[in-house]
């Protein structure tokens, strides 16, 4: 499990006074930067490999400016070519947030999915969800 | 359907040349503006209706900057309290995201959600999606 | 003179309940879509010119969301290398934000400043501020 | 002096492969929690108080994803009613960007600026910004 812990932004609320739901993907996207260096060690976008292909966010509570949150990502699933991750966004020890998104390891020249390989299929493993409850 | 043409801003771009897939759902929220004004017609946030539960997405395509964007905006189911919109962003005649959205018609004073008032169904029901192929 | 109309997003707006401040630059930069085309007219980001050096930002009015806004962009001042502009938005006949903005013509290969085009030069002469009342 | 560390995010660049300039308004206006604290310690928007009314940057240095940025602010000058802010953005050692930001104490519910009080100077006056070099 990887953990990042986020401080709201006021340009992240909405004037209905809480975040924005249009955040939600931004923090989970933010959390998942350990992944994105795992994939482009030195975090140069002529070797990015992460592309994203679909993503679910269940909004379970509203989450206020004012209070940190905590976004949780683990992995769920890993495919020959593919990731599937489960992420949570947490508030005052109630879960807010929820989802997956499902990523591709894509080589931009060739403009193909390529194998993830072994070694970063090994530490993906480290960070496997376990049983939900 | 609604219909909203976007032009995307060097903003909304990110390090790999596209559009960052944060921006879709901004997008998507954008082109909800009519359905937004439909539960609260002067769009005043305290009397603000529409709160989302659910949102997929399923990104297709790359999309670039430089050429502008068209986001459809069809209703897919009306239930009591609750309303789903099919969603597809367009980029030079290709489809590049697809998503689903579910809001809850939610009264904020009490914390409630409340059915769906019939004269809003009843324009809902003019724009409901019609046999995908 | 260039002008586009934007329509505000609910993602744009915040707690206090109207457009928040960080949006204002977003729109500026957004209006400058024919300046950038004019430098870098394939809108490819491996030849982008245009880096900002400056931004100057007074806020005047709120901006609300529910009704469009105008963003109005005229060129101030072309120096060698430097451009200048002038920006304002307007919503409801108010002047809500005005600013100016300076970027040099920059060419990101060789990582110096170069001399603004004289062709470019021309069409922008087209765009100056007028006597400012 | 307040500090804040910043984690950039894929969201915050652009296609230029650097930091989008328009995401220093929004890391310079994080950094600036405790100072919204300060005016509403509750962070509700309903006592909200600090209204932003001009804003400077200047863009010095690229600034990169992959590493951490810090955002400092100093307190400029504390006017009756207003309150000015410099503010620095480094990454690596070098100062990337820098602003000075102005502020009133505005009540929403009168639409009148007001008096900062003398509790908030105090601590105010604890993050003076010392000589410039």
């Not at 683990?74 to 991750?85: C, F």
Request: proline share 5%.
């Amino acid at each position: 499990m990887y953990r990042m812990i986020i401080e709201p932004r006021v340009s992240e609320t909405d004037g209905v006074g809480h975040i924005n739901n249009t955040t939600i993907p931004i923090w989970f996207e933010a959390a998942r930067n350990p992944l994105f260096k795992l994939f482009t060690p030195d975090s140069s976008f002529e070797k990015w490999r992460m592309i994203i292909i679909n993503m679910n966010v269940d909004y379970l509570q509203q989450i206020y400016f004012g209070r940190d949150v905590e976004v949780f990502t683990w992995v769920k699933k890993i495919g020959n070519t593919s990731l599937q991750l489960y992420e949570e966004i947490h508030q005052d020890t109630r879960v807010c947030a929820k989802g997956t998104v499902t990523y591709v390891n894509f080589n931009l020249q060739t403009q193909k999915s390529e194998p993830i390989p072994d070694e970063i299929r090994r530490e993906l493993e480290l960070h496997y969800l376990q049983i939900e409850s």
